[in-house]
């Protein structure tokens, strides 16, 4: 079984930037991809950007491009999603997936993935 452990939330101003973590724990870890989602108050969650494990090939939802960046370490079974120039609207609690099959499409989708962070907090002051 995987665990997925996100840190790196936190209140940030507008215009400023953080940078997320998710550690992955447990059987020995290859999964096929990595992504990350947000889900803000009374909203459905969302996908912001995903990473093939080996190919580093990297997918990202327009409305992230230019200000958000994956990237991983697979030495260290990490990734990593560098936000900048934040906005209010991206507040939310941020959570990182792991899709474990191999060959999965549609890496946007949420039934993509099999295992899930608890989450970590973004908060955006204006």
């Known amino acids: 079984q995987v665990q997925l452990v996100e840190s790196g939330g936190g209140l940030v101003q507008a215009g400023g930037s953080l940078r997320l973590s998710c550690v992955a724990s447990?059987?020995?870890?290859?999964?096929?991809?990595m992504g990350w989602f947000r889900q803000a108050p009374g909203k459905e969650r969302e996908f912001m950007s995903a990473?093939?494990?080996?190919?580093?090939?990297?997918y990202y939802a327009d409305f992230v491009k230019g200000r958000f960046t994956i990237s991983r370490d697979n030495g260290k079974n990490t990734v990593y999603l560098q936000m900048n120039s934040l906005k209010p609207e991206d507040a939310a609690v941020y959570y990182c997936?792991?899709?474990?099959?191999?060959?999965?499409?549609?890496?946007?989708?949420?039934?993509?993935?099999?295992?899930w962070g608890q989450g970590t907090q973004v908060t955006v002051s204006s």
């Open positions: 997936a792991a899709v474990l099959r191999p060959g999965v499409l549609n890496l946007w989708r949420m039934a993509s993935y099999d295992s």
């Open positions: 447990g059987r020995t870890f290859s999964p096929y991809a």
């Open positions: 990473s093939k494990w080996s190919s580093g090939t990297t």
